[in-house]
């Protein structure tokens, strides 16, 4: 391990506060917390991790406090970064899909979050919504570098059921780790040998090319190739 080195992970809400609850019950504050120890067992083969919770509990019975005290764990242990795991949620539980945020025109928060997001949206599979800037009060009161990740719509029903399984769960783990270690210039020991996803499967069998994403927008002409090398044309 390398002790110099310090990212502080914060599981986000917590105790009085569960954060968003998806339309089956699912707690923002669990997904979170899962996530977080996932991604402390990849990220603490290169660096020292510090989370700024381990069980149901908040830091503090006012929610400012609260995440005063979260960045306070941050500053205290000197962390060269910060990252707090969130799930989306808004009323159209339709909207789906990966946001970062980082701290208005703070660079090296911009990279960070850059790195992290370049590594989830692959990784979980899911539609990339952007990078974007917002003043959320943790990442201000933190004084490293710092992202905040929003990992799925925990709102959308399907991203709901997604979030609560330990395939996604490791999968954003290994991502949000992967960002942090590329984002510090170190190297994670393990890699986990995850089972391809169906595009990943759809691009060996059709030979589509390095620079093509799940992501991108395909023309007709482009589908009708697609199933013409499937034999299905």
């Known amino acids: 391990m390398i002790s110099s080195v310090v990212a502080v992970l914060d599981p986000g809400h917590g105790g009085f ?32 991790v510090h989370l700024t919770r381990r069980d149901n509990k908040s830091l503090a019975n006012d929610a400012s406090i609260d995440l005063k005290e979260r960045a306070s764990i941050a500053q205290k242990a ?32 911009r990279y960070l979050a850059a790195s992290i997001h370049n590594k ?41 059921a997604l979030l609560k399984t330990a395939d996604f769960q490791d999968r954003a ?16 020991n393990q890699i986990p040998d995850f089972p391809e996803t169906p595009f990943e499967k759809l691009a060996k069998r059709v030979s589509l090319d390095n620079k093509c994403s799940e992501n991108d927008p ?8 697609v199933l013409k090398k499937l034999g299905l044309l």
């Open 17 to 48: 506060d569960s954060g968003a609850i998806g339309p089956n019950g699912t707690r923002e504050s669990d997904i979170a917390l899962a996530v977080a120890f996932q991604a402390e067992r990849y990220l603490s083969s290169a660096v020292k």
């Open 78 to 109: 000197r962390a060269n970064c910060f990252v707090s795991i969130h799930c989306n949620k808004e009323k159209d539980n339709n909207n789906s899909g990966v946001v970062t945020y980082h701290n208005a025109g703070n660079e090296k928060g």
């Open 120 to 160: 989830l949206v692959p990784a979980v599979g899911l539609f990339s919504r952007g990078l974007r800037e917002k003043d959320f009060d943790v990442l201000n009161y933190s004084s490293c570098p710092s992202a905040l990740v929003e990992l799925a719509y925990i709102s959308n029903y399907q991203e709901e």
């Open 173 to 188: 783990a290994w991502a949000i780790a992967s960002g942090i270690a590329s984002y510090l210039g170190v190297y994670l």
């Open 218 to 225: 395909v023309t007709w002409d482009e589908f009708a190739a």
